[in-house]
Nanobody
């Protein structure tokens, strides 16, 4: 199975934007579902964006209208475009494939939203 590596995190002020990347070691063409998750210490990972390859997108209300998941099959990469970031969006962001997600998780990428 493909390995997934997240990148693109950083420190950003409230209201700012970031784009995260999830690079796959192989083709993601046949992967039905790709999901971005956020985790903060002491809490379970929560879904922040999900894309089904047949063209369905899911977002929790907390990020709807601000986050966009996009898949580039040619680059074997899934992106998370995040706009109007808020301090509560701080956390480590992970991508994974499938529902439920695969057992193996990458290292994630840290996003910190602070003034």
């Amino acid at each position: 199975q493909v390995q997934l590596v997240e990148s693109g995190g950083g420190l950003v002020q409230p209201g700012g934007s970031l784009t995260l990347s999830c690079a796959a070691s192989g083709s993601i063409l046949d992967i039905n579902v790709m999901t971005w998750y956020r985790q903060v210490p002491g809490k379970q990972r929560e879904m922040v964006a999900r894309h089904f390859k047949d063209g369905i997108w899911n977002y929790p209300d907390s990020v709807k209208g601000r986050f966009t998941i996009a898949r580039d099959n040619a680059k074997n990469t899934v992106y998370l475009h995040m706009n109007n970031l808020k301090p509560e969006n701080t956390g480590v962001y992970y991508c994974n494939a499938g529902v439920p997600p695969r057992k193996d998780w990458g290292q994630g990428t840290q996003v910190t939203v602070t003034s």
